[in-house]
């Protein structure tokens, strides 16, 4: 986030969001990639090859589908046409 906007404050903004701190409510879970979601990355990374996902954005599209989430903050369009995405800087 401090690379996208190069702002400190906001990438702590973000962050405090992210864990609730201050009069920021709980609204993130954190989800680990345990032994099954590895696998379910490994299958989200071969089935779109060609999409040009990271291991990472892939671990994202895995979690996501098992979780049935409806979006996906990030500024990265790479998921666009697989995933919902919302853009940080449009989010209010």
């Known amino acids: 986030m401090r690379n996208r906007t190069r702002s400190f404050e906001q990438a702590k903004g973000v962050g405090d969001r992210t864990l609730g701190r201050g009069s920021f409510p709980k609204a993130f879970t954190l989800l680990?990639?345990?032994?099954?979601?590895?696998?379910a990355t490994?299958?989200?990374f071969e089935a779109y090859r060609d999409q040009g996902f990271s291991f990472t954005?892939?671990?994202?599209?895995a979690l996501v589908k098992e979780k049935h989430i409806d979006h996906v903050l990030t500024f990265d369009d790479d998921f666009d046409g697989v995933i919902d995405r919302l853009v940080p800087r449009d989010v209010g």
């Open 57 to 61: 954005d892939a671990s994202t599209v």
């Open 32 to 39: 680990h990639v345990d032994r099954p979601r590895f696998q």
């Open 42 to 44: 490994i299958e989200a």
